[in-house]
């Protein structure tokens, strides 16, 4: 039976076979895009969640803790509704509904009060909510609660299985790497896994206390850069270094 050459010279990224390296290169630009979309689309939802571009600490604080004191009523009293009623009035259903908005009040005072401020419009102007029925009141006087414990495990497990198959490939590559220390290629394999973990567990930090939030920044960022690095350092070695014509050798048997 024929065996492989024990010295396996060619197992480094820059001597790989072309058919491996066309193989690596591959999974490397599909998910070097993949990763990209996923960039832009957290920038789309969550970047968006305080209402302005860019992804910022309220952002997270408000998908995963919510907005426990503002309801879009109170936003919209104190934004483009102010001019619809006089300042008691606003001051005194924004007091209502930081109560919970109950209903015993609808019925003995607030019913009268959007009748009089708010329904001329909030009944007759289609697509916004018709304040004649308590129901429609009731949903824009919800404040949020954020990310439900149910969508967290659900997210939180998706994201642990999948993006740890993505790290495995990127680091499973950058470990033929040559040149680079062994400490430091330990540390850049080992980083993106811990800084899941850490990303992960920030969810369910901020979903208790807003406080937390920063985590899930640092573990964005930790991860995004730890990738980025074995990305650009295998991508450059296959097709970059390798034009030297040099033989590397076994990079696996250096690292022991
Ligand atoms: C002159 C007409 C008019 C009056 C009076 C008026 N609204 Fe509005 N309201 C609108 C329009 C138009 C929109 C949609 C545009 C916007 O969100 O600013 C809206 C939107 C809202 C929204 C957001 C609904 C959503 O689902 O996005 C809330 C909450 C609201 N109004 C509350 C009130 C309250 C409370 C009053 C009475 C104090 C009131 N409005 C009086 C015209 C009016």
Redesign the pocket.
Known sequence: MQFTPSNMTWLNLPNMPAPIKTLFAGYLLVVGVGLMMAGLQIMMTHGMADGKVGLSKNDIVYSYYGDRTHS??EN??NG??KA??PDE??AD?IKWVRKGAPKEDWDAHFKAV?VK??V???SA?PN??N?NHFEEVQK?AATSDGASFQSLTRVSHIHLFGISFIFFFISFIFSFAVGVPRKLKIIAIAFPFGFLILDILSWWLTKLSPSFAYLTIIGGIGYSLASTFMWVTSMYQMFIMSRTGKIYGNTWEQDL
């Open positions: 879009l009523l919209k009293l483009s509704m619809n009623a009035v606003r259903i959007f401020h708010c001329a419009c909030h102007i916004i909510p304040f824009v």
